[in-house]
């Protein structure tokens, strides 16, 4: 059938987040305010700072630390801020401007180790994301979500901090987006178009697990009701039980949650919630005739000691998979003709513009 495709209805709303390089970059919360208490103004390149382990393993999912950041700006304008210069001058330069080593392990003075403009440019981020704080500036939230993590967890978060390279942030923020990007479907999208570290370890790719899904043509009030239902549902939950959104799923997928009275009818009601999600979608392709049969199945690309899921049937998702990639390659052949006739446009409205302007040439 052939491999998915990018499709540009995904294209720019997916992005990996920023690489600081350099470890002095990186504060302690209470670093971060003692700073702002010395000057307010250093509140200018002070932000939080959110990690993979934040989303998935803090039950508020805050982010506990905070960056230094002094975006694209020239040395002249950063050093304008001398308290927060000096710990990048002093922990992030001599580390960027390394000298290269030899076979033998000797410097080769005069030659650094990092690729430019790294080394000349050691109080700017390894990788900035420009892209991202553009696409995500004028929303009010986005959703994100731990790269290399055992389940495919996305979540809501705040727009105004750095997002550290160990996440995903999708320029998204609409309930029924985020309910589908929760689904089943996206969920086995994912685990067949990413990498893994391990065998139970999903990598996730916005490249070829996001950009390549098709999503439904249209929404409904329903799904939108159901994403927002989601998460405050989740939010609830980790907040009561101080759990983290692994914890969370840990318990979610556990066959004997009877040993677990406390929690018992908050976790059937979220197996509920994610059943009526895969319902609604399911409705929204247009696939009626398919019978999810949600329950408690092995999963054969899982370790062996742990690969029992409360997700729908194996045989099920073949179907879906093959559905879904045939989905993917007809709205990309659609791309590509709506490309050709773009890059046609621009002559016949030349030559109509000619004749109709001036008549006499």
């Avoid at 704080?133 to 901090?161: F, G, P, T, W």
């Avoid at 999810?292 to 179907?319: A, G, Q």
């Amino acid at each position: 059938m052939g491999k998915p495709m990018p499709l540009a209805a995904n294209k720019g709303k997916s992005f990996q987040g920023s690489i600081v390089l350099g470890k002095g970059f990186v504060l302690s919360i209470e670093e971060a305010e003692k700073l702002i208490r010395k000057n307010p103004r250093n509140k200018d390149v002070l932000f939080p700072y959110l990690n993979g382990d934040d989303l998935n393993n803090s039950s508020n999912q805050e982010p506990s630390r905070w960056v230094i950041n002094f975006f694209d700006w020239n040395e002249e304008k950063a050093r304008t801020y001398p308290d927060c210069f000096q710990i990048i001058e002093q922990f992030v330069k001599p580390e960027r401007q390394r000298w290269k080593l030899d076979s033998q392990g000797n410097e080769i003075v005069g030659t650094y180790a990092l690729r430019k403009p790294l080394p000349e440019k050691w109080w700017i981020y390894g990788e900035k994301r420009p892209s991202l704080y553009n696409s995500i500036s004028e929303l009010d939230q986005v959703m994100v979500l731990n790269r290399h993590a055992k389940y495919l967890l996305i979540s809501i978060c705040k727009n105004n901090i750095v997002f550290s390279d160990a996440t995903i942030v999708f320029a998204l923020n609409t309930f029924s987006e985020l309910a589908i990007l929760n689904s089943s479907f996206h969920d086995v999208w994912a685990w067949k178009n990413s990498s893994t570290m391990g065998v139970s370890t999903l990598r996730y790719s916005g490249t070829n697990a996001f950009e390549t899904f098709t999503f439904p043509t249209v929404m409904s009030e329903e799904l939108n009701g159901l994403g927002n239902e989601l998460h405050l549902t989740r939010l609830r939950i980790m907040k009561h039980y101080q759990l983290g959104l692994t914890d969370l799923q840990n318990i979610f997928h556990d066959i004997q949650l009877n040993n677990k009275a406390e929690i018992y009818d908050d976790i059937i009601q979220l197996r509920e919630l994610y059943k009526l999600i895969d319902f609604e979608i399911i409705k929204l392709y247009k696939w009626n005739d398919i019978d999810l049969k949600h329950s408690f199945y092995e999963l054969d690309h899982l370790p062996e000691k742990d690969r029992i899921r409360f997700t729908i049937h194996p045989t099920v998702t073949k179907e879906i998979l093959k559905r879904l990639l045939l989905l993917n390659l007809e709205q990309s052949k659609s791309d590509t003709l709506d490309k050709n006739m773009v890059k046609k446009r621009p002559k016949v409205i030349s030559k109509i513009s000619t004749n109709t302007l001036f008549p006499e040439d």
